[in-house]
């Protein structure tokens, strides 16, 4: 069956349309096609050589006596006129390691050649020479320059930093409160665990590169490395495949792989493969920046004054899209909530570590985390219900941001609080230390790329093309799994007042669509979908005039302003917004938890399709709550400890229950039908709600995740 089956066929498709996703079927029977499936004529086959340092001077690299056909990439292969760089947001991470490496895992070459087996015997027979020196692993090994400066020009290892602040000097605020309540809470590493590994083909077709890739961002691809041989981007196609998961482990990272098949296809003008296994893939791929928050809180007569917050974000060896992540974190450092004084700074500080990139959520798991587990602690040291203290601070429509912006939506938390958990009554009930405990939490997420990213940086268009009663969508928006293959598909329908199944979008080719930015930042349906909207209007009143095409681009709404040099003005027009709640027993003797019950609501202004938002309400909970409980990515010499989904733990149905979930309604008035981003928000506030659940049956503090077993039996060391 077709990929365009719908349970209603050749009828007009309406948005409130339960409907089955229209790639469910080809998985499900096995028919959908990854790179891993594509086999080409004269195939041939790459294996990255990697850095078994992390950090140190390459003195020779010895490569074995190569047999016919069979070559060894390095940096010695890019052409002089291009450059050994890789553009994501910054130039600085190289394609090969040439001189030094920064990381354990850094690729220093290829072997590539028609036979793996064969492959993997060079691969063995490699030998590089080192000069080891000390690395800095750590975010406090980077803030103290452990081994001396990354950066000696900076004699630091800050790669980035910002600020943003509104109200009085905090000196002033801390001067006159009552007291001043301070602690550090720190987040880990977390592994994406896409279900397909990295993966990508590098061939030529009429004197272009052309890559088959497993990636988000297919343009973000072809810019990345195009530098490599000084080529302009029209000369390089990325076509994206059914692509097996990614939550932002493929937005950058597959530039790092298509980058060093560029040089070598450049050479060797033959089709190569390149597939990490699921070792590779854990070991040597990027990950969720761990972070470190100090978080200062000025109380005055019981109220918060002012908080104060220093964050440090593990960058890794090369910038990658930290900076970004970065804003975000510290933009969503206060959470939901409306303090008159704030000064939050953010420092990206660069270590030798396999460097940080997007994951779900992209820098604002870690600061709301934080927060909401400060404020928990707060409340419990005044000695008043953390729920019913936080509430006092709740952000409302007006109020003025940490960027000096102001929310300018109605906020509808008060009436999503009551989300059937029962939350105030077995709070009272519960007595700290008895075993059971129940955790809630509140959070929110700005949509859309921050600031002018969207009308300044990425400039987005989506085109349609019309032949006969058939409509294409041609953007550069890719499905990840997430679903948005059905839900633009069904806003351009909706709008036409078609089938969905007269409407085609097919993973883009970059010589075929329009570049619709990447997808990323929950965007996609936001601003995407927005577009496939107006361009659909358009048609609709055009119907009747035959075949022809519409193309339209983003505009931004007028009247809110923002200054990129110095962030401020409003970072965001729209939040996400959501609460969830967590109930949980204890074994005291064993230590395990059993999680008893899950409760979510979630304001994403308006579901395109119910189903796919529920999937993923489902899925990014359960993805926190492994960030919160077990989820262990441990590091020893700059190397990850785990390496296989056999000792990187992740949740699975077993672990928790059938959750129940609410969605309430806001509508968005520059998202299609009112839809605003939710892929990302839902994952930012289950693990804060579970810590706070534990916390409260074992009447203990965590200031750290996650909270295995081990974790907890250490904490009640120290309960009295």
């Not at 066929?9 to 790639?23: E, H, L, N, S, Y």
């Amino acid at each position: 069956m077709s990929e365009g089956y719908s349970s209603k066929p050749m009828q007009a498709t309406k948005i409130g349309d339960r409907i089955v996703r229209v790639d469910a079927v080809q998985k499900a029977r096995g028919e959908a096609v990854y790179v891993c499936d594509m086999t080409l004529p004269d195939m041939q086959y790459a294996y990255m050589v990697r850095s078994t340092i992390a950090r140190g001077r390459i003195k020779a690299i010895h490569v074995p006596e190569l047999p016919e056909g069979y070559y060894f990439i390095s940096a010695k292969d890019i052409p002089a006129q291009g450059k050994n760089e890789l553009w994501m947001i910054a130039k600085d991470w190289r394609c090969f390691a040439e001189d030094y490496v920064l990381y354990v895992g850094e690729t220093i070459g290829l072997v590539v050649g028609p036979d793996r087996s064969v492959l993997k015997r060079l691969k063995a027979q490699i030998k590089i020479d080192y000069e080891e020196q000390t690395p800095a692993v750590t975010i406090d090994d980077g803030i103290h320059c452990v081994g001396g400066p990354m950066f000696p020009e900076k004699n630091s290892n800050v790669m980035c930093e910002l600020f943003c602040e509104k109200g009085r000097p905090m000196d002033e605020v801390f001067a006159e409160a009552d007291e001043v309540f301070e602690e550090t809470i720190e987040t880990p590493y977390q592994e994406h665990v896409h279900l397909e590994t990295n993966s990508a083909i590098a061939d030529m077709e009429d004197g272009k590169f052309v890559f088959y890739a497993s990636a988000q961002c297919p343009f973000y691809i072809r810019k990345s490395i195009a530098g490599l041989l000084d080529i302009p981007y029209d000369d390089i196609i990325v076509r994206q495949c059914t692509t097996g998961g990614a939550f932002g482990g493929k937005e950058h990272f597959p530039d790092v792989l298509c980058g060093a098949l560029l040089v070598a296809e450049n050479k060797i003008r033959k089709p190569i493969k390149m597939v990490f296994d699921r070792e590779e893939d854990t070991q040597f791929s990027v990950k969720r920046h761990p972070s470190k928050c100090i978080y200062k809180t000025a109380v005055k007569d019981g109220k918060i004054t002012g908080v104060y917050g220093h964050i440090y974000y593990n960058c890794g060896a090369y910038l990658s899209s930290s900076y970004v992540v970065l804003q975000r974190g510290v933009f969503h450092g206060n959470g939901v909530y409306t303090f008159d004084n704030t000064y939050l700074k953010g420092e990206g500080i660069g270590t030798n570590m396999f460097p940080s990139c997007a994951f779900r959520g992209f820098g604002a798991p870690q600061t709301l985390f934080a927060i909401e587990t400060h404020l928990d602690h707060l409340a419990h040291h005044l000695g008043v219900d953390p729920l019913e203290f936080k509430m006092q601070y709740l952000a409302k429509k007006g109020d003025e941001t940490t960027t000096n912006g102001h929310i300018i939506e109605e906020v509808k938390l008060p009436e999503m609080l009551d989300v059937e958990s029962d939350y105030w009554r077995k709070a009272k009930e519960y007595k700290p230390g008895c075993g059971r405990g129940i955790g809630i939490a509140l959070y929110n997420h700005g949509g859309a790329f921050t600031g002018n990213g969207e009308q300044a940086i990425i400039k987005a268009h989506a085109r349609l093309v019309k032949t006969g009663d058939r409509v294409s969508i041609q953007v550069g928006s890719t499905e990840m799994g997430q679903g948005f293959k059905t839900s633009l598909r069904k806003i351009c329908a909706a709008t036409l007042g078609v089938s969905i199944d007269q409407i085609e979008y097919l993973d883009p080719d970059t010589s075929k669509v329009v570049d619709s930015g990447p997808t990323a930042a929950s965007r996609s349906t936001m601003v995407v979908g927005r577009l496939v909207e107006r361009a659909a209007q358009e048609m609709k009143e055009r119907w009747s005039e035959g075949d022809f095409t519409t193309e339209v681009e983003y505009e931004h709404p007028d009247g809110y302003p923002w200054d990129q040099a110095t962030f401020r003005g409003d970072a965001y027009l729209g939040y996400g917004w959501g609460v969830a709640c967590v109930e949980v027993e204890v074994d005291k003797l064993t230590n395990e938890v059993k999680t008893l019950g899950v409760w979510s609501s979630h304001e994403i202004g308006k579901a395109i399709d119910e189903l796919i938002v529920h999937g993923q309400i489902n899925g990014g909970i359960l993805q926190a709550l492994g960030y919160g409980s077990m989820e262990k990515l441990e590091v020893k010499g700059g190397r990850f400890k785990q390496k296989s989904m056999s000792d990187y733990v992740i949740p699975t149905s077993m672990d928790f229950p059938k959750q129940f979930y609410h969605i309430q309604e806001n509508p968005y008035p520059w998202g299609p039908y009112g839809a605003k981003g939710m892929g990302e928000l839902v994952f930012n506030g289950a693990s804060a709600a579970y810590v706070d659940a534990v916390e409260r049956a074992l009447n203990t503090r965590f200031t750290s995740i996650p909270i295995p077993p081990e974790a907890i039996e250490e904490a009640m060391k120290h309960v009295h």
